[in-house]
């Protein structure tokens, strides 16, 4: 069982999990277990197949019960046809019904996800050893330069919304794409190996921002997902709430770092996490401040 705090109600909530018994297969104990992991998230065809079969126009009879069983909030939909089940995982939404959190000194959400928030990057460490900054990046200057920065993480469900977007103004330098493995982010794996956040496929982009220091976006990819989509151009300057890009079919993550001192994260949040809840937070909303 996934329990969240949903920060609009401030309630605790259970996650519906999309494929639970596969999840449960795949990260179980046992020589099994360890087989389906190396087919299914070791070998990038298992997920490519996945992607290929979501863009068949047949997979569109899958809509309805989707969004039936999960809630979907249809009317937030920017538009309704659908030529595939991956042109509906890959929506966009009304901008009303995402409005964007203002000020130069607030930081807006920049996914609809569940969060997790660590001031000081050696807290987070410190509980999650085998995560490594170094692999996570592939550069040791930038290893270096965030290892006692701020950490941000959300975790984006198959069944949300999977655009995701600039949370500050800035330069934004062209992304770097890392190629890896394709495991499953749901706490389901996370919790036996926090190791896979620095492991699977990811892209690192740099953004000098005008009132958050350097901050590094990192997209990664999961089981499903084949596609980590750029629909901006970099080097350029970009906006708050400008779109940065989508994650085609499946669950994914992003990981923001800020450096040293610069950011200061909402005390809900901070709270949230020491508890061990993920908190829903929703594109645009504020999550955290700049230090003065």
Known sequence: ????????????????????????ALYGDGPLAWLLQRLVCCFPFVSRFMGYWMKRPASRKKIDPFIQQYGIAVAEFAEFKFESFNDFFIRKLKPECRPLVQGANRLAAPADGRYLVYPKFTEFTAKRQKFCLRTLLQDDVYANRFREGSLLIARLCPTDYHRFHFPCDGMAHAPRLINGLLHSVSPIAICKNWAILSENKRVVTEIETDSFGTVLYVEIGATGVGSIRQTFSGPSRVAKGQEKGYFEFGGS???????????????DLVANTKRGYETLCRYGEGVLARVS
């Open 1 to 24: 069982m996934i329990q969240f705090i949903d920060r609009q109600s401030g309630t605790i909530c259970t996650e519906k999990v999309y494929g639970w018994q596969a999840l449960k």
């Open 253 to 267: 993550c992003i990981v923001l770092l800020f450096e040293k001192n610069r950011i200061s994260f909402d005390a």
